[in-house]
């Protein structure tokens, strides 16, 4: 076996695969006025569904990667992926409907999940527990780098060459990631510990794996923390543009908003290794509440002007603050224990997690109609099921301990 590059190395090139998932999302963001007005001029809203399909299609996608690593190894899975993700995203510049459109996203995030996935049992084959949540934290930070200039990005190669110049940039971004990852990480899966990709032996993990009540809260809990970042991300630009007038400035403010939140990388990696993941999850979910309770309060009380838009503002890196904090200490707990099927575990927990988060966020974007009332009252209602289902996981914790 190769030997492995540096710890730096092996985080930059992870968080270079991860930001493949943001870069495909936040890029998108400012063409969504010019695809609604080019493809789907009669309702402008079914243009949020180019990010939504995206996120489905990754969560499908999760759902047979993670077993296909088990059984072949992290690499072959990783770079097929990247080959998948990267046609589609050609073929999706070419598109000349909404629906061929969303049917290549769709696929563009099929092979998205091949990265996303495979990354992180890459990450539990070489880590475990805290130090597994320490390194997600270090990840998080370079990743947080792309939301930080992928929507300003993004709209300088509109105003250059349309819309479809975006999907030209998702397949150069990602074969230079896939390159990296294919010349300097070697397999971090030795041909003895891979697993049959036999419907028994998915079946027997998948038992065991859902045997396990912290998996299965932790799960549920990423569920909630994935609506609540879906549904910010398809509804921020819209609330920008049409709510506040602010769209040709939109990509500067996502980009402070991304570099703030991005210091929860820091955050975590200093407190996770001393307080803990659940209570670190639990303390930030309930400042959530008191932050999106504010939010909600200066909605009802009519607040207007450039003061209602820098309330949205702060809330808004306190929501994208929130998901640093969460969903990396959340996986690190569901995967403490399912080293010997790190593939498969992180497949299923990707795949419940997203497509229900989907399933939750859309409503969200589709009821729209010029105010920030429904994605206030959303990200309240599926945080408090977080917060709610980290006390649940207390519990089975404490009985485990007991037991």
């Known amino acids: 076996m190769r030997a492995l590059p540096s710890k730096l190395e092996i985080i930059s090139i992870i968080a270079m695969l991860f930001a493949t998932i943001a870069f495909s999302i936040d890029a998108m963001l400012p063409a969504l006025p010019e695809i609604a007005e080019t493809l789907t001029p009669q309702d ?48 999706a510049a070419k598109s000349d409907s909404l629906e061929m459109l969303l049917v290549t996203r769709f696929v563009q995030g099929l092979g998205a999940a091949g990265p996303r996935v495979v990354s992180m049992a890459v990450l539990r084959d070489l880590f475990s527990g805290r130090e597994m949540a320490r390194t997600i934290s270090f990840v998080m930070i370079i990743f947080t780098m792309v939301p930080a200039i992928a929507p300003l990005f ?12 975006v999907f030209w940039s998702f397949a150069i971004f990602a074969g230079i990631s896939s390159l990296w990852f294919a010349l300097r990480l070697p397999e971090t899966l030795p041909v003895d510990k891979r697993r049959p990709f036999t419907a028994r032996s998915l079946w027997s993990a998948t038992c065991d794996m859902f045997r396990n009540p912290v998996v299965r809260l932790s799960i549920v809990a990423q569920g909630f ?9 398809s509804m921020v630009q819209p609330v920008y543009d049409e709510v506040f007038g ?22 975590n990696a200093t407190l996770v290794m001393r307080v803990g993941m659940r209570r670190l999850v639990s303390g930030i979910l309930r400042a959530q509440m008191l932050f999106s309770s504010v939010m909600l309060g200066s909605v009802i009380m009519g607040i207007s002007g450039d003061a209602a838009f820098y309330t949205f503002v702060i809330w808004q890196t306190t929501v994208f603050f929130q998901v640093g904090l969460t969903l990396g200490n959340l996986n690190a707990i569901a995967m403490e224990p399912m080293g010997n099927i790190a593939g ?8 419940i997690a ?5 399933l939750l966020a859309a409503p969200i974007s589709l009821s729209f109609s010029g105010t920030i009332t429904p994605l206030v009252l959303g990200i309240l209602t599926y945080t ?3 917060l709610i289902t980290m006390l649940f996981m207390a519990k089975a914790e404490r009985s485990h301990a007991s037991a």
């Open 44 to 91: 402008v809203n079914r243009a949020q569904f180019v990010v939504t399909s995206f996120v489905f299609g990754m969560g499908v996608g999760t759902l047979i990667t993670g077993p296909l690593s088990d059984w072949l190894g992290r690499k072959p899975v990783v770079l097929g992926g990247g080959c998948l993700y990267i046609i589609a995203a050609l073929i």
């Open 246 to 267: 602010r769209a040709d400035s939109f990509p500067y403010w996502f980009g402070g908003v991304a570099v703030l939140a991005g210091t929860s990388g820091f955050v």
């Open 154 to 165: 993004g709209s300088i190669l509109i105003a250059w060459s349309g819309w479809p110049a």
């Open 225 to 233: 923390c994935f609506a609540i970042l879906f549904s910010m991300v």
């Open 344 to 351: 498969l575990a992180a497949s299923i927990m990707g795949f």
């Open 384 to 386: 408090a099921f977080a």
């Open 354 to 358: 997203t497509v229900v988060a989907v």
